[in-house]
């Protein structure tokens, strides 16, 4: 009787395994997150009131108007950034609250 060949490298193993949990897309919103504080930085992040990430959208509560308007005109270079960083195209807006 010969055996089954199930082999998968690692990272096959536990993309699979987080799809099958029903847990991909919430490890995705983590991910997106931590890649919008690492690209504002110290600075612009003492601005930011609130972020998170809801049915594939970025939203950013910012405390200064001035900052805000800013950032208006980057939004679609964030969502990039993110994006790339990722891997796929996860986030398909950004809003600033």
Known sequence: ??????QQNLGEAIRSFISELGIENKLLAAQAEELFEEMMGKYIM??????????????????SPELKNELQYGKSKIQ????????????????FL
């Open 46 to 63: 003492n601005y930011v009131e609130l972020y998170y990430v809801k049915n594939r959208e970025l939203f950013v509560r910012i405390k």
């Open 1 to 6: 009787m010969k055996r089954k060949n199930n």
């Open 80 to 95: 990039d950034h993110i994006n790339e960083e990722i891997g796929k195209e996860y986030i398909t807006s950004v809003n």
